[in-house]
Structures are given as structure tokens and as C-alpha cells.
């Protein structure tokens, strides 16, 4: 019967993209459980919060220091947001003959550890989002799946399922099926797209209808009141992105200097418990004492900026969410920083109105959050595309492209690479072995300084 099946699928040129299909209702189930299980546990500890604020205390260290341990001893692969994991594979050469290394990034144990010590971050007060871990497990899940179907499509490319997975993986995410698309194309440019479009678009889609279909159609941050654009304001708009664009690459540069220092000073496990410990107290501490709105990803934040009618500048908001998701993403846990990234842009963006332009809040929200968010990652179309799909405001799509766009240039005075880009060569080294990475490095130093090996 097996076998009789792989002749008819090897004979049915157009069930190719059954592999895809399957993976991506995979994706969208998994990416809806955990979904679920992030806003659960959130939502405890928010009443945990209002009720007896002084456990934190003790649950954050606690909890900050088991997620960390997860990682530690489960799966070292698991740690951080999950994106540089998915670069280095699809960077990697020869991916079908490092099966066994790739499953140290994008195995079944790397996905346990991830939602768990996500999820115990999250328990503990940090402000991680679910959105790079879901591209991780979404990019692994397709790659498992993908490589079984291998056997009766020998030219099913790897690096296609990565891709494909990737897109899925935050289509299920952030309820935005084209934010999704467009993310796939921006950060893996350098695949042959055009081979696999119609798999990776109907991925995509299965993926999404899964996810809208369990949970409901709905917009992730609701829909906002924006002012109709008035091109005087355009002025603001550009000073805004351009302060927005260095606000988020000075984000990712903090991110990648702390955790290289961590890295090379921290050799003891002692010494890196001890710092997630710190961290988990230092969160606790802002949580109680400077503002309780430190706690989680910051998407309730972002709602409530975009339905509130003040414009009262909140200066603690506005620093908390910047070094909140800092905290959490060093003390070794893994989670991910497009949610706080978006949270920590729309209170810039909210702090910004506040001091120049009250009456148009609501669109500088949304213009800091497109703004921070390409600082992080420099990849301004998804940053727009994912907005725009967020609070269905087509009216202010001008504003927000030219954000992008702009955030995008003022970014890289901070720093030429995103770190997630910083990040992939720690993540290399589950890929090649120590001879390899010295000829690599070698090779790249030759192409830096022009010198023909």
C-alpha cells in the first residue's frame, strides 16, 4: 500500500505541494497552542501582579533562571528569539548531509525547549514575544516534514521548506497571511522564489485559515482612530522614523554587545545562572516599583495607546519597554523581540506625539512601531506590511512607507548588521566543525581586505 502510494504521488507532478500543506497545518496548530498558552500565562501573572505584586520577587528570579536552565541542559539551539537559528541553516551548505547538525536548531527538543523556557520567561515578568520562536518552530516543522517527502520528490530543496516554514510560521503568529509572504521574500532574498511561489503562498494561506479558523478573524491590535494624513505633518513623520530607525538599532546593538559580553566573560554555569537570576530581580523590580505595564510582549500596551485619548508623556513607559526586552533576551531564555520591538515603537511613537503633534497620536503610534521594528530587523516592508495588516489603517499606508523606508537608512548609523545577523555565527557552530568555521572565516576576512585566497 506504501509503496503503491509513493509511485502515484511520484507519478502526480501536481502534489508536490502536499509536504508544504501538511506542514503548514502543522504550523498553524502548533502556533495556536502556543499562542494560547503565552496569553494564559501572561494573563496569570498580570493578576498575580494586581493582587500580591511582592511574589515577584521571588517568581522572577526563579522563573527567569528555570528558563534559562532549559536551554542550558535541553537544548542550547532553543536560546533567544529563533530567527538566527532559521539564517544559519539556510545559510548552511549541504544542509541534506547535516541532518543531525540542523536538528540541533530545528529538532522536536529544540521545539519543547523553546515554548517551555518562553513560557516560563513570560512567567516571570519578561517582555518576550512568540513570534521568532513560532518562526523557528514553524521553519523546523516544515523541515521535518519536508525531508520524509524527499524520499518520492528527490528535488524538494530544503532550503525551500525553511523559507516556506518561516512565513508560516509568523502568518499563524500575528494573524497576517501577506505579512507573512512578504517576510519570507525580505529575509531569504537570496532563494530562487520563483521555483516554489505557488507552495509557499498556498502555505501560507493553510497556515493562516488554520489559525483564523480556531481562533477568529480578527486584527492584532484592533482598529485604531488615525487622523486623515495631511501631507503638513510629513515633516514630523520623517523626524520621527529617522529617531525611530536609531532607537531600534541602538535596541539590536545593545541586544548583540551584552550578549557578546555575556559570552565571553561567563564561562561558569554558575556565573550565567547568577545573571538570569539578576535579570529576573531587575524585572521584578520595575515591574513593582517603576511601572506594571514592564510585564509581557506589550501588545496590551500598544491597544491601550491606540484607544486612549490622552497624550500625557509617560517617560517610565517609554524607557521600561525599551530595557525590558533587553533584560529578558540576556539572561539566556529564549523568546522573541518583534512584539516588544513594535511595543517599545509605538510608546516612542506615543511619547513623540505627545511632545510635537498630539492630535495625530494614534499615526505616530503606528509610524514608531514601523519605525523601531525596521531598526531591529532592517527589513521595512514587512515592519509596514505587518502594521498595516495589524489595524487595517490603509489611509495612512504613505506615512507608514515612508517610515520604512527611511528607518531603514537612519538604522545603520547605529550599526551595519542586525543582530540577528550578529547572532548566526554563534548558531554556526552546532552546523561545522571547528576546522570549517576557520576556513570560513578566513574566506570572509580575504573577501573584506580583497585579497585572492
Request: charged share 15%; with cysteine.
Amino acid at each position: 500500500m506504501l509503496d503503491w502510494c509513493v509511485v502515484h504521488l511520484r507519478a502526480t507532478p501536481s502534489m508536490q505541494g502536499l509536504p508544504y500543506w501538511i506542514a503548514a497545518f502543522v504550523t498553524a496548530l502548533v502556533a495556536v497552542g502556543y499562542a494560547f498558552s503565552h496569553l494564559q500565562t501572561h494573563h496569570f501573572l498580570e493578576q498575580l501582579v494586581r493582587d500580591h505584586p511582592q511574589w515577584l520577587y521571588v517568581l522572577s528570579p526563579a522563573c527567569f533562571l528555570a528558563s534559562w536552565l532549559v536551554v542550558h541542559h535541553m537544548a542550547r539551539g532553543a536560546a533567544g528569539s529563533g530567527i538566527p537559528q532559521v539564517l544559519a541553516v539556510f545559510e548552511c551548505s549541504e544542509i541534506s548531509k547535516r541532518k543531525k547538525s540542523v536538528r540541533a536548531l530545528l529538532g522536536f527538543r529544540v521545539w519543547v525547549a523553546k515554548i517551555l523556557s518562553s513560557l516560563l520567561a513570560v512567567l516571570g515578568g519578561g517582555a518576550l514575544g512568540i513570534e521568532g520562536p513560532t518562526i523557528q518552530l514553524g521553519a523546523g516543522i516544515f523541515f521535518s516534514i519536508g525531508k520524509r517527502f524527499q524520499k518520492i520528490w528527490a528535488h524538494l530543496r530544503p532550503e525551500y521548506f525553511l523559507v516556506a516554514g518561516a512565513g508560516a510560521g509568523i502568518a499563524a503568529a500575528f494573524n497576517t497571511p501577506l505579512g507573512g509572504i512578504v517576510y519570507s521574500i525580505e529575509e531569504f532574498s537570496s532563494a530562487q522564489l520563483s521555483r516554489f511561489k505557488t507552495f509557499l503562498i498556498t502555505g501560507v494561506i493553510i497556515s493562516g485559515l488554520t489559525a483564523q479558523t480556531i481562533l477568529g478573524t480578527y486584527l492584532y491590535l484592533g482598529v485604531p482612530k488615525v487622523a486623515v494624513f495631511d501631507k503638513s505633518i510629513l515633516p514630523w513623520v520623517i523626524g520621527l522614523a529617522i529617531l525611530g530607525g536609531l532607537w531600534g538599532g541602538l535596541f539590536g546593538r545593545l541586544i548583540h554587545s551584552i550578549s557578546v559580553w555575556r559570552a565571553e566573560n561567563l564561562k561558569n554555569t554558575w556565573q550565567k545562572g547568577l545573571l538570569a537570576i539578576s535579570m529576573g530581580l531587575t524585572v521584578a523590580v520595575l515591574i513593582i516599583h517603576v511601572d506594571s505595564r514592564t510585564l509581557g510582549a506589550g501588545r496590551n500596551v500598544v491597544v491601550d495607546l491606540l484607544q486612549k485619548t490622552s497624550t500625557e508623556q509617560d517617560l517610565s513607559l517609554l524607557l521600561t519597554r525599551f530595557l525590558s526586552p533587553i533584560l529578558a533576551y540576556v539572561s539566556g531564555a529564549a523568546g522573541g523581540i518583534f512584539a516588544p520591538s513594535l511595543a517599545a515603537g509605538g510608546t516612542f511613537g506615543h511619547y513623540f506625539a505627545g511632545i510635537f503633534k498630539p492630535e495625530h497620536s494614534n499615526l505616530f503610534v503606528l509610524i514608531g512601531m514601523i519605525a523601531f521594528l525596521t531598526g531591529v530587523t532592517r527589513l521595512p516592508f514587512t515592519s509596514f506590511v505587518l502594521v498595516l495588516e495589524m489595524t487595517d489603517r490603509h489611509s495612512a499606508l504613505f506615512p507608514m512607507m515612508i517610515a520604512a523606508v527611511i528607518a531603514n537608512a537612519s538604522s545603520k548609523l547605529i550599526d551595519s548588521k542586525t543582530v540577528y545577523e550578529h547572532m548566526v555565527p554563534l548558531f554556526k557552530k552546532h552546523l561545522y566543525k571547528d576546522e570549517e568555521l576557520e576556513e570560513m572565516a578566513a574566506a570572509e576576512l580575504a573577501i573584506k581586505e580583497k585579497i585572492v585566497p
